[in-house]
């Protein structure tokens, strides 16, 4: 059983940065494949961005530039980096994990352990 606890979330004005983190429970984290969800009001919960147990990043395309994934094993914590921020990025962030790997870490149904997760409000 993992358990993820989301933080950094706030409301920032467009092209302000944030950080959001994602600590794991567990002693396994580093074989964790793990992944950043978002859903806006009223839409479905959407792929952000993964990291792989090797570190190798995935993201969606509207994010790709401006949001950097990273995780710190010794930390059993993954991080979001988001910068030059929209209001269409306002979300709830999701953190979420899986211990299997894929070729494409987009798909809700792969991820076993899910965060509460952390309110993001860009305004314009």
């Known amino acids: 059983q993992v358990q993820l606890v989301e933080s950094g979330g706030g409301l920032v004005q467009a092209g302000d940065s944030l950080r959001l983190s994602c600590v794991a429970s567990?002693?396994?984290?580093?074989?964790?494949?793990m992944g950043w969800f978002r859903q806006a009001p009223g839409k479905e919960r959407e792929f952000v961005a993964a990291?792989?147990?090797?570190?190798?990043?995935y993201y969606t395309e509207s994010v790709r530039g401006r949001f950097t994934i990273s995780r710190e094993n010794a930390k059993n914590t993954v991080y979001l980096e988001m910068n030059s921020l929209k209001p269409e990025d306002t979300a709830v962030y999701y953190c979420?994990?899986?211990?299997?790997?894929?070729?494409?870490?987009?798909?809700?149904?792969?991820?076993?352990?899910w965060g509460q997760g952390t309110q993001v409000t860009v305004s314009s």
């Open positions: 990291i792989n147990w090797r570190s190798i990043p």
């Open positions: 567990g002693r396994v984290f580093s074989s964790y494949n």
């Open positions: 979420a994990a899986t211990r299997n790997s894929y070729s494409d870490y987009r798909p809700l149904s792969q991820y076993s352990y």
